[in-house]
């Protein structure tokens, strides 16, 4: 089934990049299949008859999925159609179909279309069920849950060929719940939010792991632990994987065979759980794509088959591809497919590998995390070029806490509504929750805990070959294989340090030790820090805290005394994990969303002072000043909400830092406002886009922009 898997694979991606080919391709393959039949029906040889199957299975599949694309492809082209050019206003009534997921900057999810408008014009709607759309929304009103049917009104974007969702759409206000969830989708609404209130109360930061380890809920993980987590190689733990579901199965399971039923008893109830659970947890695709592995994983193990097992995998991953085509490009299947299989068919002949040189429990406790890095480290440095260097051992640390938080997780979530019985779980659940936490800040924490790697398609192929070296030096294998493996992990671990600690070294040797400003490289987004006289302030975080750890490592910084978070956008609050507990004063802009509060809750409870950032404030920074130019104290939070600071005087340049002011922003700022007749340097609003106030400029004259 694994060359039936393979021909379904490249078809899906094939046909949903090249959707107007897909009819075409179909035929041709339906054609083939039918033609090695017949050939096949044909020949005595039972092998040539055998292989003449087997192709016309493997062009069946492949013609399966593009029947799929093609006849789905008319309602997709009509939505594509849709004048959504120039910032064009819509109105769209969506069927939430995915979990209602945080994002940088609200809320997203996936849904159906059921009817599509220009505006207001609602002559001009048309009915259009059942094409995918992704939704992007600031606020969530009450009753928007997976099954609610809601009314959104904003602009939108095509999406690229291969992706699931025709269109982006960018609500331009809350969206109508026109209908609220009903039957089991209610229920299992009901349920969730009543885990988020029993484990509301206890301490952070396990709380809001709590609902993630049960449910993959991930709504209250601060943005400070999702980091730690990644950068640990644990954030598998709060989505729903296959792990998740083959604990519920073998659950049931198991308590059918405690009550002495049959084996199709047994089953019965195993799936009847896994079912319970997959519309508890959401069944949007890749929860299905979970439940579906992890089935197959159970069984393949019950067996003691791994081939079988492989046969089985390839088996859904063929039909899974054939229901939805879309797949094919989706990172989170092929992630899922990787791991599987190589816990099925890889971690056995590593642990008996490394049993040579350990007892056999360790070796059989490395090498499952150790299969999974070695098969899903490639795919993850497509989309984030780094390692997490101490991944293995942290997962070996955490694999006993995430089965007990899931199953306490998942029973308090169950009797969320039955006084003490829930809250008492809850505590439990707790408990495990909070050693994952303990154990992902702590490596995190760690020097070296995140080591670059290249990106793209040349970082996939690097690391595979390291993967494949990992593999050689471990399994039994000619001498000759054996040295070329060793020789190469040598090669790879000098690179590592040439680019990493010595790296570093020369960074800093390069670095003048006179600096007053530094512009930190954290991709795009803002992070640059003022020194005066030992006292350090840094105006905005970057998007994510690894680049920013670096350079506040390489610039020797150890502790701000001010932090200016201009907003709260993604691209300039990302990274506050990386300065959490080394902050003695924050300055902030104004305060919009539950987000925004967490962020500052999270540098409060480690020491720092808030303030919220008004015109007319000033303050001293060594021998330097500080000076809030804006925002006044009623303006809402947003781009225009940017606090604009100034520091001027000792050895600091003059220098004035505008947010992501827009034009009409920085002309209100400007308002009353009074500016140096020049400034040395300005940071130029929003990245240097179009939307600027020439005049400003003109006024300031800055000598460095």
């Known amino acids: 089934m694994v060359p039936v898997a393979a021909s379904a694979w490249l078809a899906a991606a094939l046909a949903t990049l090249f959707p107007e080919s897909a009819g075409a391709t179909a035929l041709a393959c339906w054609g083939g299949a039918l033609v090695l039949l017949v050939a096949g029906a044909r020949r005595r040889w039972q092998r040539v008859r055998t292989w003449c199957a087997l192709g016309a299975v493997i062009l069946a599949a492949a013609a399966a999925v593009g029947t799929h694309v093609a006849l789905a492809q008319p309602a997709r082209d009509e939505v594509a159609r849709a004048e959504v050019e120039g910032g064009r206003v819509l109105t769209a009534q969506v069927r939430a179909v995915g979990k209602i997921e945080p994002s940088s900057n609200g809320w997203r999810f996936d849904g159906m279309l059921d009817r599509l408008q220009r505006g207001d014009d609602e002559d001009g709607a048309a009915a259009i069920p059942g094409v995918p759309v992704l939704v ?62 029993v484990s509301s109360g206890l301490p952070p930061p ?67 759980a896994l079912g319970s659970f997959v519309i508890l947890v959401s069944p949007e695709p890749s929860v299905v794509r979970a439940a579906a592995m992890a089935a197959i994983a159970m069984l393949g193990i019950v067996l003691g088959r791994p081939g079988g097992g492989l046969s089985l995998l390839a088996t859904a991953i063929a039909v899974l591809l054939v229901s939805d085509p879309w797949l094919g490009l989706s990172l989170g299947f092929a992630l899922s497919s990787a791991a599987t299989g190589a816990l099925l068919v890889g971690a056995g002949p590593l642990a008996d590998g490394l049993s040579r040189w350990m007892p056999q429990p360790l070796a059989l406790a490395i090498s499952v995390p150790l299969a999974a890095q070695i098969a899903c480290g490639p795919l993850i440095v497509l989309i984030a070029p780094q390692l997490s260097a101490y991944g293995v051992v942290a997962n070996m640390l955490a694999a006993p806490a995430a089965p007990l938080g899931t199953i306490l997780g998942l029973a308090a979530c169950l009797c969320a509504g039955i006084p003490l019985l829930g809250s008492g779980l809850a505590a439990l659940a707790w408990l495990p929750a909070t050693w994952i936490a303990a154990t992902a800040t702590t490596f995190a924490s760690l020097p070296g805990s995140v080591l670059p790697w290249p990106e793209g398609w040349g970082g996939l192929v690097a690391l595979s070959v390291l993967g494949v070296a990992v593999c050689g030096l471990v399994l039994p294998a000619r001498p000759a294989a054996r040295v070329a493996a060793a020789w190469t992990i040598s090669a790879a671990i000098g690179v590592g340090l040439a680019l990493g600690p010595v790296a570093d070294v020369v960074d800093r040797a390069a670095l003048p030790t006179q600096w007053s400003i530094a512009a930190c490289d954290v991709g795009q987004g803002d992070a640059v820090l003022v020194r005066s006289q030992g006292a350090t302030a840094l105006v905005d975080t970057g998007p994510d805290p690894e680049p920013l750890a670096r350079c506040l490592d390489v610039l020797g910084i150890a502790r701000l005394d001010l932090l200016v978070l201009t907003h709260f956008d993604h691209d300039h609050s990302g990274g506050v994990a990386a300065v959490v507990g080394r902050v003695d004063r924050v300055l902030h802009g104004p305060v919009a969303e539950a987000d925004d509060e967490r962020t500052l809750r999270s540098l409060q409870d480690d020491g720092a002072a808030l303030t919220s950032a008004t015109r007319g404030m000033t303050g001293v920074l060594g021998d ?53 007749t020049a400034y040395d340097v300005v940071k130029v609003a929003h990245h240097g886009s179009a939307d600027q106030d020439p005049a400003l400029y003109a006024r300031i004259g800055a000598a460095l922009a």
Do not use: Y
């Not at 733990?237 to 199965?249: E, K, P, R």
């Not at 606090?643 to 600091?652: A, N």
């Open 136 to 197: 992007r929304t600031k606020e969530r009103p009450a009753g928007l849950d997976l099954g609610a049917l809601v009314t959104i009104t904003g602009t939108a974007w095509r999406t690229d060929p291969g992706e699931r969702a025709v269109l982006v759409i960018d609500a331009n206000s809350a969206p109508r719940v026109d209908a609220e969830a009903a039957g089991p989708l209610a229920v299992a609404a009901a349920l969730r939010l009543g885990l988020a209130d």
């Open 206 to 272: 396990g709380a809001g792991l709590i609902a993630g380890l049960a449910v993959g809920d991930t709504s209250g993980v601060s943005r400070e632990l999702d980091a730690a987590m990644k950068a640990s190689s644990l954030s598998h733990l709060t989505a729903v994987s296959g792990a998740n579901c083959a604990l519920i199965v073998a659950g049931a399971f198991g308590l059918a065979a405690l009550c002495g039923a049959r084996r199709g008893v047994r089953v019965g109830a195993g799936l009847v």
């Open 624 to 676: 330097a000043r500080w000076r809030i130019l804006w925002p006044r104290p009623d303006t809402p939070g947003g781009n225009d909400g940017s606090v604009t600071v100034e520091f001027s005087g000792g050895t600091v340049p003059s220098s004035l830092f505008l947010g992501d002011l827009s034009a009409a922003g920085q002309r209100a700022m400007a308002t009353g406002a009074a500016l140096l």
